[in-house]
């Protein structure tokens, strides 16, 4: 435990409002939405009493919240918002401009399954739908994770050689809503790690100057290309930062956490907070003498492929846990994307894919465990079927 | 690690019960999960709630499937739920219900360690109100000392400011009251 | 400025930004047109329609109250023409 820190049970949802406010967030422009409101409605409640000197922004919908918070990034404060599922649909145009304009907000994702059927609980179809948006985008397992990630995001985004907006990924209710232990820093330290932010460009009538002008074709291309690298090449500073956090505080993130991959001949490979409930069951399989090991996504933009690759060293297959449905696809998204890392290699192991706990579905250590014992009875070469929706009934 | 699942009705208050316990358990330098079961939050709607506290982190994210502890806010949902239908073999089932044991166990035919209190009379005495959330903490305690009830103090405070005194006392008279039998294979 | 077609990746500004305000008018738009105002100053009365409706805006008042077109911008779009109070002004076209 870092010196000075706290001890404390509260909801993550309520931990996550609690990074905001000690990151010092300057503007938050959120609308309420499933699984997300608790933490919008408490820093609401943070600002109403005084105790986080920040502006907050009521809007009328997910797409004026994030309207409104390029307005007050670009405009150089430090700035934070929070969606779900249909919220961050409804954001979905605006996504691509923040992130094109280089403005580094932040934002919690607590992840819902989009609509339809109409469905409030947790899976990854959101962030999905999302993918492409040009946004750094992390994983957490965890209350403490939730905390530490949300503090970590503004010091990522808000890098001069970054300046990206960022985003934390948290299951919604499964994680969001859970009252757990965490440690909360004191106040110092998080001073001391995230020092005010101190824009490069920002709107001022005393510097006029064009944010978001047009591009014709003939310099579209250059602009996404420099979009591109900077986001691959924020992996570095990212990496940096979570090592700062990792002295100051003695927990220590990987873009690709391991769990018992020592000898793995079989790995299973979750994101988000499933990865703890896969570990027991892994722990469980070596017991009984099975070489299972367990990798954890948590960078899912910029997509970590070196660390993966290195990761995965010597196992023979791959079994990738999905929480999102590609329709019509021949892949999920995360196999689709953890194929293509090994696809041009000479040596790679063989990938199954399993897509679980779609809409709120429960998954247990149980479901791994039955997960693993289902992969080995397939041929990898050529398996039964492209992926398996896991638990679907007929 | 002990799992207990809570069974009431939406309003009852059993979400805000698992959560004074996690708080309770973690200030005492446990861990411990407090989580409801989700959805849209319905009055009156038979909901779940669920608790888990172990000694170290606990990295489970599911219902509550074989709980060693059962909770009932309300006996009403006993024949709609089928609460004690997954505990585990050596479980204990907490029941607010104003009648006896031995009439809980021929009325319901629970088989497993039984504590029974009569919440809703306390509750009205002391808190004013039929809410019976904070009462049947003590009884929990009672049957299965989980955590100490001093321990729910500070959660009260923090959770009901000037009204924390008053849910502890009832809290306080449950556990008195609380009559507890072993199993009865 | 370094012409579009010739700046590479390495070269756009953070977050395709660009500092000098005005740099529209580093893209002249009088080439797009295929006709342009004639103004009749014998019944102009120097209202200023003309001016006002400009969309560009490419119409200069001169010294003596009086209008013309700036070559440089003017699309000929024959708006000014068209709202013109009293018909001093006619559209020509472009010569080959």
Known sequence: ?????????????????????????????????????????????????GDLEAEFINVESEHSALSACVGTSAAGARTFTA??????????????????????????????????PLSIWNDHSDIMAARDIGWIQVFVENGQEAFDHTVMAFKMAENSQVLIPTMVNMDGFILTHVVEALEIPEQALIDRFLPPYVPRHQLDPKRPMTMGAFAMPEIYLEVKMKHQVTLMNSYDRILAIWEEWGRLTGRHYQ??????????????????????????AVEELREQGLPVGLLSLRLWRP??????????????????????????????????????????????????????GLGGRDVSPEDFK????????E???????????????? | MLEIRFHGRGGQGAVTSVELLALAAINEGKFAQGFPSFGPERRGAPVLAFLRINDHHIRLRCKVAHPDVILILDPSLIRIQKPAMDLKAGGVIVLNSPKSISEVRREYGFKHTLAVVDANTIAREV?????????????????????????????????????????LAACKAAYEKTQVEEARP | MKPLEQTTWQEIELGGLLREPGSARAYKTGDWRSQHPVWTK?????????????????????????????????????????ECVTGCITMVPEEE
Not at chain 1, 87 to 109: K, N, T, W
Not at chain 1, 266 to 273: D, H
Not at chain 1, 337 to 354: D, N, Q, W
């Open chain 2, 127 to 167: 808190l004013g109100v039929p809410i019976t959330n904070t009462t049947m903490l003590g009884a929990l305690i009672k049957a299965t000392g989980v955590v100490a009830v001093e321990s729910l103090e500070h959660p009260l405070k923090e959770r009901f400011g000037p009204l924390a005194a008053k849910n």
């Open chain 1, 255 to 280: 873009p690709v956490e391991r769990f018992r991959t020592e000898g793995a001949k079989i790995l299973l490979l979750t994101m988000g907070c499933l990865g703890e409930v896969a570990a027991v």
């Open chain 1, 1 to 49: 435990m870092a010196e000075h820190a706290k001890r404390l049970g509260m909801e993550v949802s309520i931990a996550v409002s609690h990074a905001v406010q000690m990151a010092r967030a300057e503007a938050i422009a959120a609308y309420p939405i499933t699984p997300q409101t608790h933490i919008v409605e408490h820093l609401s409640s943070l600002v109403a009493n």
């Open chain 3, 42 to 82: 014998s019944r102009c009365i120097r209202c200023g329609v003309c001016w006002t409706v400009c969309p560009e805006p490419a119409i200069i008042q001169e010294p003596g109250g009086y209008f013309d077109m700036d070559p440089d911008y003017c699309k000929g779009c024959g708006i000014c023409a068209r």
């Open chain 1, 303 to 356: 997509f970590p492929f070196a660390a993966l690759r290195e990761a995965v060293n010597g196992a023979e297959l791959v079994i990738v846990c999905d929480r999102a449905l590609s329709l019509g696809g021949g892949a999920p998204p995360v196999l689709a994307e953890v194929r293509s890392a090994f696809y041009s290699l000479a040596s790679r192991p063989a990938m199954l894919g399993y897509i679980i």
């Open chain 1, 379 to 394: 041929n990898p070469e050529a398996p039964s079927q492209e992926f398996f929706l896991y638990g679907v009934r007929g």
């Open chain 1, 370 to 377: 039955e997960i693993v014992a289902r992969a080995q009875k």
């Open chain 1, 83 to 116: 969606t779900s599922s249909q919220g961050l649909a409804l954001m979905h145009e605006i996504l691509f401009i923040a992130s094109a304009l280089r403005l580094p907000i932040v934002m919690a994702v607590a992840n819902r399954a989009l609509s339809g």
